[in-house]
């Protein structure tokens, strides 16, 4: 399963609940923070999936800046898969050649996006931020 939304719509909530009934959750946003051994500036993949998110006039995305990433997050949810895990990832994936890309990847995955009001994302969002402070 792959859990997508907007920042703060509760990916991580639900793979981290998913967890505590046996799945295994892949947090990509953890990884975009260096968990894992890609070695390409992945504060540039975090900075392209947001613009893509959050405009909807940004052009296709370089595959360079991208793909690595989301292969290697597939890379972590198969290897679990192929142990016999349930396996949750919980990452944004945007735009339709991203899904597209996740999809031949890994042939059964699900796609569950979250809907949140703009409200609630602003009062999670500054909710978050202050919890960093």
Known sequence: MWVTGYT????????????????????????????NEWEQDKWSTMQVVLQMWADPTYGKPSERVWKGYYADLVRKAKALATRGKNVVVSFPAPRLEVR???RLSLLRV???????????????????????C
């Open 100 to 102: 597209n890309f996740i």
């Open 8 to 35: 703060c719509s509760g990916k991580t909530f639900i793979g981290d609940y998913l967890n505590t009934q046996g799945w295994c959750h892949v947090e990509g946003d953890a990884c975009a923070y260096g968990i």
């Open 110 to 132: 699900k796609f569950v996006h979250l809907e949140v009001t703009e409200d609630n994302l602003i009062r999670r969002y500054i909710k978050k931020i202050h919890a960093k």
